[in-house]
């Protein structure tokens, strides 16, 4: 099921036009001078979403990982999400 669903998301999410706005935005990740090409995106988002989906076997809690712009989040209920954030803003308040 794990596998499944991290597969379904490589194949559905759209490396090409994330490639785009990097280009656009003459992104470049730290080790390399130039932007990363679509199998790189598509390696990382694997890499990414296959340590989430092995964290929520250890912990059976939410995990998230970012890495180059992408965010892969797994909920405690086996929902999986793979994100790529340009522009974000968050305030967490401490109880």
Same mark, same amino acid.
């Given at each position: 099921?794990?596998?499944?669903? /991290?597969?379904?998301? &490589? ?9 785009? !706005?990097?280009? &656009?935005?003459?992104?470049?990740? /730290?080790? =390399? %001078?130039?932007?990363? *090409?679509? +199998?790189?995106? $598509?390696?990382?988002?694997?890499? &990414? ?5 092995? =964290? &929520? ?6 995990? *998230? %990982?970012?890495? +180059? +712009?992408? !965010?892969? *989040?797994? $909920?405690?209920? +086996?929902?999986?999400?793979? =994100?790529?954030? /340009?522009?974000? $803003? %968050? ?5």
């Amino acid at each position: 099921m794990k596998n499944a669903n /991290v597969q379904q998301i &490589l194949a559905n999410f759209d490396f090409e036009k994330v490639r785009k !706005v990097m280009e &656009l935005l003459n992104w470049k990740w /730290v080790d =390399s %001078e130039k932007t990363p *090409t679509i +199998g790189e995106l $598509y390696q990382t988002a694997e890499q &990414l979403l296959n340590m989430v989906s092995n =964290s &929520l076997f250890t912990t059976s809690d939410q995990s *998230t %990982e970012e890495l +180059g +712009g992408f !965010v892969a *989040t797994i $909920y405690d209920n +086996g929902d999986l999400r793979l =994100s790529f954030v /340009v522009e974000n $803003y %968050e305030v967490v308040h401490e109880d």
